[in-house]
């Protein structure tokens, strides 16, 4: 356990996030969204997590969680920092925080929404180096255009401003500002979905030769299957706020262990018509994380289900090494994956 | 292809939308044909002029846009099944975009399914009274009759109690229903062509292929073809028969989705297929990205309109227009590489 703990960049133990819901002139609190409910998970230094699921599964809600960009209602983060080791993120003091947080970036989805257009590309990739290291002038100039030539924009372009850029490129600014501050994790939102098919590959390449030359940890928060098998080491699966699988991805592609992820993998649709097309279509809808069904939340969908599904809520277990699943019946059932 | 098959020819369409910055080719050579109950997927990027040429086909292109060129050959059919007796062929592009002909084609022979579905709803009328409204416009019908018919539709795509979702707000719907809606109401007038601009885009995967199953199931019984237009390749595989690749405005290649992704000669569908990342591939390659970005609209490269980004770029690209060839039987592309003895170019890179 020792060995492992080393290599862990963050651990996250037991993460909850309940969004109220409110009602009537008192608002008064009536019940919960369970955004993300007990959620455990742990990232090594150097490597990938893809964190994937459908939307509302709180994938996007864990992310931001982890940076402490929304406030977590329980649950432990565990951030090795550079200078004090392990830290606790939700304990930490503003000070601390910012301190910390440093060394924690995120990337976000909508290179459209996420870049203030009042701001130029010296501005706005600049400021977390005004606003933590008070650099300014020459020398601030000078570190913005190295890290606008790190992901590939001439710094020729530092006086301009956002709109001036295509979808891809404002992508690469978000990068940039991201990486202004030497950050050894990052949370990456989903970089490529509001990209075009072209360009997606480029930022995935992009990401890719950032991580290997500046030793990045990545937490990689996306819903599609074949990026996340391109880019992670190992993938997290959410359904209705909870982990229901963990696994390298060199494991969970061709031996899934939850019915969940076996069907979300089946229904990628496949970029050659020779395929075989046996599909797992499940039936009815993702579950209403205010108001979930009993024992597994995947019972209502899933073609195993039994009794024991309908009653008893399963936990996360390691079945096999470093291959996490909470399905009852994991065992004795055997899943198709992808090749 | 026997041209009995045929249900519409687009032919050369142009679509310009003449603006303060200068004109947008939005659809700038836009060539193939639909068949009858069959399924032709439109693929390209965003800005590429897929959307355009669908609006064009129904004739609501937004103002200031208007078709500059083309011919929109729809066949209509008698219904007699068994001789399928051609009663006439009608030029949508010279139809009054405001008169009855296009009217009485629109929702009715021609129908509509959009990507949005929440904004494409009307947020205050009940799903059922949408769904009534197309049905009485297009058929002498009494509004309980069509209340029947729409709770008929609704069963058919699947929506669950259809007899209490017709009464309905889309706003409470999840986004799946809201898109099988769309779908009942696109098919309540039983069209002969549907034309489905990126349905499965705003969904989960597992909606998606709720939906994509749906079309097909679909298809099969009530036999309409399908006009669908996408982004993603792999949607692509699973339900054309047929594709066509847009670029900048211009239908670059066309041909049957076996071929096209066996065997595409147009170096943008080439080089689109290797930039994919794959479910099935192994982690950690590089993905072969298309080099530079979508031009600008307003500045578009002169001659082929991808040879800064083509790989096997000749010296005549940026100069000559390449023509639209037919380079094997049914395999229609749009560059200079296939035209003998026309232009010079990059053959032997």
Same mark, same amino acid.
């Given at each position: 356990m020792a060995e492992r703990q080393d290599k862990r960049l963050l651990e996250v133990s037991n993460l909850?996030?309940?969004?109220?819901?409110?009602?009537?002139?008192?608002?008064? %609190?009536?019940?919960?969204?369970?955004?993300?409910?007990?959620?455990?998970?742990?990232?090594?230094?150097?490597? %990938?997590?893809?964190?994937?699921?459908?939307?509302?599964?709180?994938?996007t809600t864990t992310g931001r969680c982890v940076l402490r960009a929304i406030e977590p209602t329980e649950g432990d983060i565990r951030f090795r920092d550079q200078r004090d080791g392990w830290v606790n993120i939700r304990e930490l003091d503003m000070t601390e925080l910012n301190r910390v947080r440093q060394q924690m970036?995120?990337?976000?989805?909508?290179?459209?929404?996420?870049?203030?257009?009042?701001? %130029?590309?010296?501005?706005?990739?600049?400021?977390?180096?005004?606003?933590?290291?008070?650099?300014?002038?020459?020398?601030?100039?000078?570190r913005?255009?190295?890290?606008?030539?790190?992901?590939?924009?001439?710094?020729?372009?530092?006086?301009?401003?956002?709109?001036?850029?295509?979808?891809?490129?404002?992508?690469?600014?978000?990068?940039?500002?991201?990486?202004?501050?030497?950050?050894?994790?990052?949370?990456c939102d989903e970089p490529v979905s509001a990209l075009d098919v072209s360009v997606q590959a480029q930022i995935l390449n992009l990401l890719r030769e950032l991580q290997g030359s500046f030793g990045l940890t990545y937490l990689f928060v996306a819903h599609d299957l074949s990026v996340v098998r391109h880019l992670a080491d190992r993938v997290a699966v959410m359904y209705v706020g909870k982990l229901v699988?963990?696994?390298?991805?060199?494991?969970?592609?061709? *031996?899934?262990? *939850?019915?969940? %992820?076996?069907?979300?993998?089946?229904?990628?649709?496949?970029?050659?018509?020779?395929a075989t097309k046996q599909r797992i279509v499940l039936e009815g809808e993702v579950a209403d994380p205010a108001n979930p069904p009993s024992g597994c939340y995947f019972h209502p969908r899933c073609r195993y289900a039994q009794e024991v599904c309908r009653v008893e809520t399963p936990v996360l277990r390691e079945l096999s090494p470093e291959h996490f699943v909470s399905c009852h019946r994991a065992e004795e059932l055997s899943l198709t994956g992808v090749l | 292809m026997a041209a009995d098959r045929v249900l519409l020819e687009v032919k050369g369409l142009k679509t310009f939308f003449?603006?303060?910055?200068?004109?947008?080719?939005?659809?700038?050579?836009?060539?193939?044909?639909?068949?009858?109950?069959?399924?032709?997927?439109?693929?390209?990027?965003?800005?590429?002029?897929?959307?355009?040429?669908?609006?064009?086909?129904?004739?609501?292109?937004?103002?200031?846009?208007?078709?500059?060129?083309?011919?929109?050959?729809?066949?209509r059919y008698?219904?007699?099944?068994?001789?399928?007796?051609?009663?006439?062929?009608?030029?949508?592009?010279?139809l009054n975009p405001k008169g009855p002909e296009i009217r009485a084609i629109r929702g009715n022979e021609i129908a509509m399914v959009f990507q949005e579905p929440m904004t494409s709803l009307s947020p205050v009328h009940t799903m059922g009274n949408q769904i009534m409204e197309t049905i009485m416009l297009h058929q002498k019908v009494s509004k309980a009759e069509a209340r029947e018919r729409a709770i008929e539709m609704l069963d058919r795509v699947g929506m669950p109690r259809p007899s209490v979702t017709v009464d309905a707000y889309p706003f409470e719907l999840s986004g799946g229903m809201r898109q099988r809606g769309m779908i009942a109401m696109a098919l309540s007038c039983r069209p002969s062509l549907l034309i489905a601009d990126e349905p499965t885009t705003a969904l989960d995967v597992t909606t998606a292929a709720q939906i994509l199953d749906l079309m097909r199931q679909l298809q099969e019984e009530m036999g309409m073809a399908i006009h669908y237009i996408t982004h993603d390749l792999g949607v692509v595989a699973e339900i054309a028969?047929?594709?066509?690749?847009?670029?900048?405005?211009?239908?670059?290649?066309?041909?049957?989705?076996?071929?096209?992704?066996?065997?595409?000669?147009?170096?943008?569908?080439?080089?689109?297929?290797?930039?994919?990342?794959?479910?099935?591939?192994?982690?950690?390659?590089?993905?072969?990205?298309?080099?530079?970005?979508?031009?600008?609209?307003?500045?578009?490269?002169?001659?082929?309109?991808?040879?800064?980004?083509?790989?096997?770029?000749?010296?005549?690209?940026?100069?000559?227009?390449?023509?639209?060839?037919?380079?094997?039987?049914?395999?229609?592309?749009?560059?200079?590489?296939?035209?003998?003895?026309?232009?010079?170019?990059?053959?032997?890179?």
């Open positions: 909850r996030k309940y969004f109220p819901i409110k009602k009537g002139f008192f608002r008064k %609190t009536v019940g919960n969204v369970k955004a993300v409910d007990d959620v455990s998970f742990y990232v090594n230094e150097g490597e %990938t997590l893809g964190l994937v699921g459908e939307s509302g599964c709180g994938k970036q995120i990337i976000f989805q909508d290179p459209y929404s996420s870049l203030n257009p009042r701001m %130029t590309l010296l501005e706005l990739v600049g400021e977390p180096l005004v606003i933590n290291q008070g650099m300014r002038g020459r020398a601030l100039e000078e913005v255009a190295e890290l606008l030539r790190s992901v590939g924009l001439r710094p020729e372009y530092l006086r301009r401003y956002p709109h001036a850029f295509s979808g891809g490129q404002r992508q690469r600014i978000g990068v940039a500002r991201a990486l202004a501050l030497n950050p050894r994790f990052i949370v699988e963990m696994a390298g991805t060199d494991e969970i592609y061709p *031996h899934p262990l *939850h019915p969940y %992820t076996e069907a979300l993998m089946s229904a990628v649709p496949r970029p050659d018509p020779r | 003449p603006l303060d910055e200068g004109t947008v080719r939005a659809v700038d050579g836009a060539d193939f044909t639909i068949e009858r109950g069959k399924t032709l997927a439109v693929v390209g990027e965003s800005g590429c002029g897929k959307s355009v040429t669908a609006q064009s086909i129904l004739r609501i292109v937004p103002p200031p846009g208007r078709i500059i060129e083309g011919e929109l050959l729809y066949h008698s219904n007699d099944e068994e001789s399928f007796a051609m009663a006439d062929v009608i030029d949508l592009a010279t028969d047929k594709a066509v690749v847009m670029y900048l405005g211009k239908v670059v290649e066309q041909a049957d989705v076996d071929t096209l992704y066996y065997n595409p000669l147009h170096p943008y569908t080439q080089a689109l297929l290797r930039s994919i990342p794959r479910i099935t591939e192994d982690r950690r390659q590089w993905l072969e990205a298309i080099k530079g970005m979508v031009p600008d609209p307003y500045n578009l490269p002169s001659g082929c309109p991808f040879h800064p980004r083509c790989l096997r770029v000749g010296p005549d690209c940026s100069h000559i227009d390449p023509p639209w060839i037919e380079a094997e039987p049914g395999h229609w592309v749009r560059c200079c590489q296939y035209d003998d003895g026309q232009c010079n170019t990059g053959r032997q890179a």
